[in-house]
């Protein structure tokens, strides 16, 4: 009896260049494995590829190693954050407040 397969996606994506691969992977196959299958590497020399934050559909996964994915699940790889959300939302707010002030 053949072993059964399922079709999941790598995604990685950077301000100008997005790369999605589709792969049919053995059942029981985690995330860490199917990154390294999917050569996304290849594709962005820079990516370190074994230490990047994993996710599926936005959430973020602690143990990529040991999620086992379903069929049609996509495997996400995260950049680092250029900047810290909070504090670009405490500077937008500051700069709404001054124009306010500015035009009262």
């Given at each position: 009896?053949?072993d059964?397969t399922?079709?999941v996606?790598?995604?990685?994506?950077?301000?100008?260049?997005q790369k999605?691969?589709s792969?049919s992977?053995p059942e029981?196959?985690?995330?860490?494995?199917?990154?390294?299958l999917?050569?996304?590497g290849?594709h962005?020399?820079?990516?370190?590829?074994?230490?990047c934050?994993?996710g599926?559909?936005g959430k973020?996964v602690?143990?990529?190693?040991?999620?086992?994915l379903?069929?049609?699940?996509r495997?996400?790889?995260?950049?680092?954050?250029?900047?810290?959300?909070k504090?670009?939302r405490k500077?937008r707010?500051?700069?709404?407040?001054a124009a306010?002030e500015?035009?009262?």
């Amino acid at each position: 009896m053949a072993d059964k397969t399922m079709v999941v996606e790598v995604a990685y994506a950077l301000p100008h260049k997005q790369k999605i691969i589709s792969l049919s992977v053995p059942e029981g196959t985690n995330m860490s494995e199917a990154v390294a299958l999917s050569r996304m590497g290849d594709h962005f020399p820079e990516l370190d590829v074994e230490s990047c934050p994993l996710g599926i559909f936005g959430k973020t996964v602690a143990k990529p190693a040991e999620r086992v994915l379903q069929p049609g699940e996509r495997v996400e790889m995260y950049r680092p954050l250029i900047a810290d959300p909070k504090e670009v939302r405490k500077q937008r707010a500051a700069k709404a407040k001054a124009a306010k002030e500015d035009s009262a």
